[in-house]
């Protein structure tokens, strides 16, 4: 059974940093790519960041570019997020999801991990 | 990276069939066939229900049903029951970016 498990979400002060962590099974993880989507309180899905299996690829979206960065280990069967400059409008639940192979779509996601950002 | 244009909210009575729009550009629905659907119960993570504009995944009742014209794409649910009543979002695929539609909600009447 595929599972994406989340963690790392907290209560920080604008500014500051937090590092978000998700972990895989049920699947050959490094086969995979895997993403990054978030949603605020109350509002709709929005794409955050995206690395394939090897972490050749990455992408992020304009709002997060030179902030957050997503990275992965195969080892442990994981990718991150590590957030820094933490704004107030970056308070969403953040969930992984697992890239379905070849049509870009994401076909697993996780929980999700809520992250607030006080001002 | 502008969000996909989707109506607010849309309805139907059990058994009616309703359809929901995804208006996009020429850089991401009407550029790629990677266009997907994604339904969310309250509290829920959302859940995978078309991908590559008109394929259900295994387990999504053939109720629901994909299509694309254009820039346009649009989700189709007929013999509307009650447990369909949720958020619905699409997504498409724009080159080295995702984006989302801002969501519609669906009620069951």
């Known amino acids: 059974e595929v599972q994406l498990v989340e963690s790392g979400g907290d209560l920080v002060q604008s500014g500051e940093s937090l590092r978000l962590s998700c972990v895989a099974s049920?699947?050959?993880?490094?086969?995979?790519?895997m993403n990054w989507v978030r949603q605020a309180p109350g509002k709709g899905l929005e794409w955050v960041s995206h690395?394939?299996?090897?972490?050749?690829?990455?992408y992020s979206a304009d709002s997060v570019k030179g902030r957050f960065t997503i990275s992965r280990d195969n080892a442990k069967n994981s990718i991150y997020l590590q957030m820094n400059s933490l704004r107030a409008e970056d308070t969403a639940v953040y969930y992984c999801?697992?890239?379905?192979?070849?049509?870009?779509?994401?076909?697993?996601w996780g929980q999700g991990t809520l992250v607030t950002v006080s001002s | 990276q502008s969000a996909l244009t989707q109506p607010p909210s849309a309805s139907g009575s059990p058994g009616q069939s309703v359809t929901i729009s995804c208006t996009g550009t020429?850089?991401?629905?009407?550029?790629?066939?990677?266009v997907s659907w994604y339904q969310q119960h309250p509290g829920k993570a959302p859940k995978l229900m078309i991908y590559e504009v008109n394929q259900r995944p295994s387990g999504v009742p053939d109720r629901f049903s994909g299509s694309k014209s254009g820039n346009t794409a649009l989700l189709t649910v007929s013999g509307l029951q009650a447990e369909d009543e949720a958020d619905y979002y699409c997504?498409?695929?724009?080159?080295?970016?995702?984006?989302f539609g801002g969501g519609t909600k669906l009620t069951v009447l």
């Open positions: 020429s850089s991401d629905v009407g550029g790629y066939n990677h």
């Open positions: 997504n498409s695929f724009a080159g080295s970016s995702w984006v």
């Open positions: 049920g699947f050959p993880f490094s086969s995979y790519n």
């Open positions: 690395i394939n299996g090897a972490s050749r690829t990455i």
């Open positions: 999801a697992r890239d379905q192979s070849g049509d870009y779509s994401f076909d697993y």
